[in-house]
């Protein structure tokens, strides 16, 4: 038998944009052929470009933005065709919760900076006054931008027809803690990376893209990998279903299991969550272009590559303030979209004040208790602008609970709102989201909450297997929801992996196309693990702590009232355990 060629192709060089607000400079900085190896892309190469630049005896004083670096890194293959590679990571110290907030969304964020000469852009400084910068492949150009002062992100798009931007609504400009960031009018943030903008006096990044992306070094092999894919795809009943029915299967799963937060996590399952259903959605009509599980078909007024990730925006501002009209709560995420806030921070924000303010606190308030959209809109534009009553609640939140109480129906982590999840029905998810991790743990949202005492380990296993293949996923630029066809629940087996070793195989494959030298399937692996090492080392040294650590609400530990058929609630503290002990942290 002939032995397989082994894949080497000359270095393909690779380059960061660093750029210095204070002295409005800029420099080309080329990666060395061992860094970009080592690093790869996307969230590792971002983690490392923030240790790198970061000014850590700076960070907390008041020259805090000086010292905070924002790196937004490309995964390696989001310039390939390969299927839904469209990640880009963004990495900054959150003046929310003191730690790292990493974000990695889909879009077309990563290809554009691929597409100006650069793997990863890194910001630092602080300018004096309100800027812009535009990048294009020949040189960075900043200029005044305080003709643009409390512009909408959309008044910005108008203005900028055609342009892709990267800005901040007048939530960043008046530093509101769940401020964010958009690119092409969509929230790719959360804890308060918009604001760390508005601290820099940046309102907007705008590129200028030439490179309209490459071929793999071996399109017969990546043509193989996907067809591999699919066919899996095609295999595993639960891939089909989301690639048919979309959103409706998660609202499926989460009325069976009991995982949506609903009325401020007061309920567990609803039949009224079928009104988040976007009514443009064609239920059961198959689709025929190759897109992995978690994209959506194409309808008529809904945009081609949008995300699933997207449903839990629809929790965030629908189902936990009993609204179940798609129409209303799609008013509310695109106010918060104009404003520049973070959708999910804003629903757990205005879910708590309405149960507050039915129990006599927050007097400055209206009247909450109805189901219509108009007084939210008003709330969130006062919290964007600072004004009337979004003076007293544009703060964090762990603050807003103490100065006006309602401690039972604030949901945090870290002065951090947890995402719409009713954690009961989730105990692997919640370890996570103990640690502010926002993974999702799929054979939860699928399969359910499979916890009994005594199978703490296995648990375990599926939390740390599910860091790990999402950090080295977002590493090469992949989609989360491509692994969904390695989580299909066989006979009694649950859930069933198909081994992981089959899907950091797949991985592995991938990146060897993408990169033109052989990648292994355990170095696939070894870019996960890294990468949290990397972020637990950060953190470490930004709040020093070191060890174990995790905490959830008390309600979702000690509280099993719902109205959800089993009585549940999270055993954390044997979670936690089990979790540290597989990463070998005592």
């Known amino acids: 038998m002939a032995k397989k060629q082994v894949m080497a192709f000359p270095y393909r060089q690779r380059a960061i944009l660093l750029v210095d607000l204070s002295q409005e400079s800029w420099q080309k900085i080329l990666l060395s052929e061992a860094e970009a190896k080592s690093l790869l892309g996307g969230r590792l190469l971002a983690l490392s470009l923030w240790n790198t630049y970061a000014n850590y005896e700076s960070l907390e004083s008041h020259l805090y933005e000086v010292a905070n670096p924002v790196v937004i890194a490309s995964g390696a293959a989001s310039d390939t065709p390969m299927l839904c590679a469209e990640s880009a990571t963004v990495v900054t110290r959150s003046p929310v919760t003191g730690k790292l907030t990493v974000n990695s969304a889909s879009g077309t964020l990563a290809k554009t900076l691929l597409g100006c000469g650069y793997s990863a852009l890194v910001l630092v400084g602080r300018s004096r006054r309100l800027c812009s910068i535009e990048i294009d492949p020949q040189q960075v150009v900043f200029s005044n931008a305080e003709r643009f002062h409390g512009m909408t992100t959309g008044e910005l798009h108008s203005h900028f027809k055609g342009r892709s931007l990267l800005c901040?609504?007048?939530?960043?400009?008046?530093?509101?803690?769940?401020?964010?960031?958009?690119?092409?009018?969509?929230?790719?943030?959360?804890?308060?990376?918009g604001m760390v903008f508005g601290l820099k006096n940046l309102k907007f990044v705008a590129f200028q893209s030439i490179a309209s992306g490459r071929e793999s070094y071996d399109t017969k092999a990546?043509?193989?990998?996907?067809?591999?894919?699919?066919?899996?795809?095609?295999?595993?009943?639960?891939?089909?279903?989301?690639?048919?029915?979309?959103?409706?299967?998660?609202?499926?799963?989460?009325?069976?299991?009991?995982?949506?937060?609903?009325?401020?996590y007061s309920m567990r399952v609803d039949g009224r969550l079928w009104g988040l259903c976007p009514k443009t959605q064609p239920a059961g009509q198959p689709n025929q272009e190759l897109v992995c599980a978690g994209c959506l078909t194409p309808g008529a007024h809904m945009p081609r590559k949008q995300s699933l990730l997207d449903f839990s925006v629809l929790m965030a501002l629908g189902s936990n303030l009993e609204l179940f009209d798609y129409r209303s709560v799609s008013q509310l995420v695109q106010r918060c979209a104009e404003n520049g806030l973070d959708p999910i921070s804003m629903g757990a924000i205005l879910s708590w004040a309405r149960k507050t303010r039915s129990e006599g606190g927050l007097s400055f308030l209206p009247d909450l208790s109805g189901s219509s959209a108009i007084q939210y809109l008003r709330i969130i534009d006062a919290i964007a602008y600072r004004k009337g009553t979004g003076e007293q609640l544009a703060e964090p939140f762990a603050k807003l609970v103490s100065l006006y109480g309602g401690e039972?129906?604030?949901?945090?982590?870290?002065?951090?709102?947890?995402?719409?999840?009713?954690?009961?029905?989730?105990?692997?998810?919640?370890?996570?989201?103990?640690?502010?991790?926002?993974?999702?743990?799929?054979?939860?949202?699928?399969?359910?909450?499979?916890?009994?005492?005594?199978?703490?380990?296995?648990?375990?296993?599926?939390?740390?297997?599910?860091?790990?293949?999402?950090?080295?996923?977002?590493?090469?630029g992949l989609c989360p929801w491509v692994s969904l066809p390695f989580y299909e629940k066989w006979i009694m087996r649950f859930p069933y992996f198909l081994m992981p070793s089959k899907a950091w195989s797949l991985l592995a494959s991938l990146a060897t196309t993408s990169e033109g030298y052989q990648v292994t399937a355990k170095q696939m692996a070894q870019y996960g693990s890294r990468a949290w090492l990397l972020q637990q080392e950060i953190d470490s040294k930004l709040v020093n702590v070191t060890g174990r650590y995790g905490s959830l609400p008390q309600q979702l530990l000690v509280d099993a009232s719902s109205n959800y058929h089993a009585s549940q609630i999270v055993p954390l503290a044997r979670l936690l355990d089990a979790y540290w002990s597989r990463r070998g942290i005592e």
């Not at 609504?169 to 969509?186: C, I, T």
């Open 222 to 264: 990546l043509g193989l990998c996907t067809k591999r894919y699919f066919t899996l795809l095609k295999k595993t009943r639960i891939g089909k279903a989301m690639q048919d029915e979309g959103p409706a299967t998660l609202l499926k799963k989460a009325n069976k299991l009991g995982w949506a937060a609903i009325d401020n």
């Open 168 to 193: 901040i609504g007048p939530a960043g400009e008046h530093q509101v803690p769940y401020a964010s960031l958009l690119y092409e009018g969509v929230n790719i943030t959360r804890g308060g990376v």
């Open 408 to 476: 039972n129906h604030a949901y945090m982590v870290n002065s951090q709102a947890l995402p719409p999840f009713d954690f009961r029905g989730l105990p692997t998810q919640a370890t996570l989201a103990a640690m502010g991790d926002d993974t999702l743990v799929f054979p939860e949202l699928l399969y359910g909450n499979h916890y009994h005492r005594g199978n703490e380990r296995m648990l375990a296993r599926w939390a740390v297997f599910s860091q790990d293949l999402r950090y080295a996923m977002e590493s090469l």
